[in-house]
């Protein structure tokens, strides 16, 4: 299946895009929140498109398309998860995950304008493959729980400001958190869309120029690992979103430096998991 979401901000309602066609599920299900992933909402979704799919309302080309998920009780990254991003930031590839938040708020659609935040001259793109969960999980014994724990696959943009993130002390959640910088979706795919993981393209433009030209096949930490990991240290609860790191070509790797200014258009991709586009305002 996947799941979309679309209207207007702080009123949107929940869809899917099924067989070719966006469908509105809202007259069953209030939204793709904690409650629905926690309750097996993912199982009772599916029987319900079984039965009643040919009756449902189709979603106006017009809808704005919102975050795939509603905003979730955490967005938890990992830094530096590509091999090839890690050498581009003249850095050692990571022993273990590094682990970095972001603020809920920066949730955002996938066609959203974004805004450059005041003060900024170094604000940044990365495409990343972003985990959705089905279930609250704790001390998970391993991989294979943690696999069972994941409810899909979406796209994310993760943007950052590099200044604030890395030249004005504490942690990177200051250069992560400004509004809109986490958009999300068009959907969200459940595992079974998706199958092998390992190999899925990734691409980000800038103004037309492919910046990004990646795959998940350079990934250091794999996401059942990286739920696995996280849930030693932290309780992670039902639709919370992970992003997994992304790959080489951001802007603060090239020489010289390229970072995004008004009126630049980000487009972003993952095989399987749909396109974002983003005008920088």
Not at 44 to 58: C, D, H, Q, T
Not at 111 to 128: G, Q, R
Not at 193 to 204: A, C, V
Request: hydrophobic share 35%; glycine share 10%; charged share 20%.
């Amino acid at each position: 299946m996947k799941l979309m979401r679309f209207g207007e901000k702080e009123n949107e309602k929940p869809g899917v895009l099924y067989q070719g066609k966006r469908l509105d599920c809202s007259a069953e299900f209030r939204d793709w929140d904690r409650d629905f992933f926690q309750n097996n909402g993912l199982h009772k979704l599916k029987g319900y498109l079984e039965s009643n799919a040919a009756n449902l309302p189709v979603i106006s080309d017009s809808q704005r398309v919102a975050s795939c998920i509603a905003r979730p009780g955490m967005i938890m990254c990992i830094g530096l998860n590509y091999s090839e991003h890690a050498a581009e930031s003249n850095m050692a590839i990571p022993e273990e995950p590094i682990i970095f938040g972001k603020a809920t708020n920066t949730l955002n659609g996938p066609y959203d304008d974004v805004a450059i935040p005041k003060n900024s001259i170094k604000t940044d793109y990365e495409v990343e493959l972003g985990v959705v969960l089905n279930k609250n999980v704790l001390y998970l014994k391993n991989e294979a729980e943690a696999a069972e724990a994941i409810a899909g696959y979406c796209v994310v943009n993760d943007l950052s400001e590099r200044s604030f993130q890395l030249e004005k002390g504490g942690q990177w959640i200051k250069g992560k958190s400004c509004p809109g910088f986490s958009p999300v979706g068009p959907y969200l795919a459940t595992p079974d869309e998706l199958g092998d993981l390992t190999n899925l393209k990734m691409t980000l433009s800038v103004n037309g120029e492919l910046r990004q030209n990646g795959s998940t096949s350079f990934m250091i930490f794999r996401p059942a690992f990286i739920v696995y990991y996280l849930s030693q240290f932290m309780l992670l609860e039902a639709g919370d979103l992970i992003s997994t790191g992304t790959p080489a070509g951001v802007g603060i790797g090239m020489d010289p430096p390229s970072y995004l200014t008004k009126g630049d258009l980000v487009e972003l991709s993952i095989e399987g998991l749909g396109v974002q586009k983003q005008k920088m305002i």
